[in-house]
Nanobody
């Protein structure tokens, strides 16, 4: 069992930046960030595996950066140039094995969620 604890998020004006953090209770293969806006499906934002390979949704490429600490137990999501359409609940997720990085069903463990609100 892996516990994920998120921190960060909040409210910011368009063009601003926020950073999310997610601490895992132990080393795990892949950590990712998903988001879900009201009335919409949960979507993959970014993911990173232990060898350093990263994946991004087209909508955030060039604006968001995912990283992990050396111990591979903490993941970060640096969000720059935020837009109102980035407003959502953001969830940290973790998976033990390779699979489609953007599929929620591929992740066994989830954080509690952090609200990100971007005003215009």
């Amino acid at each position: 069992q892996v516990q994920l604890v998120e921190s960060g998020g909040g409210s910011v004006q368009a063009g601003g930046s926020l950073r999310l953090s997610c601490v895992a209770s132990r080393y795990i293969y892949r950590m990712a960030w998903f988001r879900q806006a009201p009335g919409r499906e949960r979507e993959g934002v970014a993911a990173m595996v232990t060898d350093g390979q990263t994946y991004y949704a087209d909508s955030v490429t060039g604006r968001f950066t995912i990283s992990r600490d050396v111990a591979k137990t903490t993941a970060y999501l640096q969000m720059d140039s935020l837009k109102p359409e980035d407003t959502a609940m953001y969830y940290c997720a973790a998976a033990r094995a390779p699979s489609l990085w953007y599929a929620p069903s591929a992740y066994e463990y989830w954080g509690q969620g952090s609200q990100v609100t971007v005003s215009s």
